[in-house]
């Protein structure tokens, strides 16, 4: 556990200590949120819902920024190998497990505190005040996307030598993901064959799940959520911590 701890805590103290790191990720969750959210607010109604465009989409530009910032926390393990850190890491006698679940730990907070960020300046933007139990809820949400896309991150990562080659194919990843998550649309008003898509998206849960808290609705039931994103989290973990055992560095 020491070593797991050790890891996570070097994760938080770069990330609490990169000023620009925490306001250039602000950007782009604040742009769909400023021009998403006041441009299209008064022209579109959605089907069902009694809440304004705006607020239906900041529970997606809040799990948008946890997935951004959680995905590309693996490029961490590519800096790592590339400045020779890892290499002392990986020859002192502990597990790569250890190292991998530390590094994974370590990301999934950092994307939690940025998540809670853009959370606390939607309030501004015209996003309602949750209950404590909806907030426990879109946090408990935040955590498990943080972690199964932290995971997803380190899986990428651990085979690469390139960041630049790494940044590209999560672009290719990411965004596809995002796009179907039911983040800025509703799932219910897709033709059925994107609807079946969505639900293969693992994102969508998360979205869904964080909707469900702030909101007090959604499209999927929060338990169907909650094990939906357990078990990718679960999955990931174990696939990004065997290509992280096999890593050669």
Known sequence: MGVIYTIWLRNVKRYLRSKSR????????LFFLLILGFGLNSVINIPGMEHDYIRFIIPGIVA????????????????DK???????????????????????LGGAT????QGLIILVLSLFLGGGVPNVAGFLIAVLFMVLIGL?????????????????GFQ???NFVIFPVFGLSGAVFPISTLPPFLRYLTYLDPLTYGVEGIRAGL????QI????????????????????GYLFKRMKV
Do not use: N, Y
């Open 82 to 104: 590339q400045f020779g850190f890892l290499k002392e890491t990986l020859v002192a006698p502990v597990s790569r497990v250890e190292i991998m679940l530390g590094q994974t």
């Open 110 to 113: 950092t994307a939690l505190i």
């Open 221 to 240: 039931s929060p338990p169907v959520c909650f094990f939906a994103l357990i078990g990718f989290a679960t999955f990931m973990i174990f696939l990004g």
């Open 148 to 164: 199964s896309f932290t995971a997803l991150g380190i899986a990428f990562a651990s085979p690469m030598e390139d960041m630049h």
């Open 215 to 218: 909101l007090g609705t959604s």
């Open 168 to 170: 590209l194919v999560m």
């Open 22 to 29: 925490i306001v250039g990720s602000l950007g782009m969750p």
């Open 64 to 79: 948008m920024s946890v997935l951004f910032t959680s995905v590309f926390s693996g490029i961490q393990i590519i800096w």
